[in-house]
């Protein structure tokens, strides 16, 4: 029991042109028109992507700044707290900043030591020494 309707000999096939050069040629142009409309519409909205890529930039550099002050703002807070409910450190920065001692003592002041980046790393030469004068 075969059906005209599933008998696959007699569907006729289509063939593929052979040697059409025009059709070829105009598959080709849909290509390169296809292409062409892409390319114009990525030309159109290459500065904008370069807007956005310039303000995410931005606004990393912002967190960053941001995320910075935030935690210099935490500091701050915890002095003020400290300045407001604990008297040794008020009596520390008092003696720190303000060159204060308790009656009797007496307060030396040391130079910081200079930053690693300011010290010359070379060796000393005898004309990097003065000259002593013998007396």
């Known amino acids: 029991m075969s059906s005209k309707l599933l008998d696959l000999g007699s569907v006729p096939l289509k063939r593929k042109p052979v040697g059409n050069v025009w059709a ?3 598959r080709m142009m849909q290509v390169l028109l296809v292409l062409a409309v892409v390319a114009g519409i990525f030309a ?3 500065p904008v992507i370069r807007q956005v890529q310039n303000l995410q930039g931005d606004k990393a550099k ?3 700044q941001t995320a910075a002050e935030q935690a210099a703002n935490r500091q701050l807070n ?3 707290d400290l300045l407001k409910s604990n008297p040794e450190y008020i009596e520390r920065v008092s003696r ?4 204060l001692g308790k009656p009797g003592e007496m307060i030396f002041r040391f130079d910081p030591y200079p930053a690693k980046s300011a010290v010359s790393t070379a060796p000393a030469t005898s004309a990097d020494t003065p000259s002593v004068p013998a007396p």
């Open 62 to 64: 912002l967190e960053a």
């Open 96 to 99: 720190d900043s303000l060159n």
């Open 78 to 80: 915890r002095q003020f």
């Open 24 to 26: 070829n040629l105009a």
């Open 44 to 46: 159109c909205f290459m």
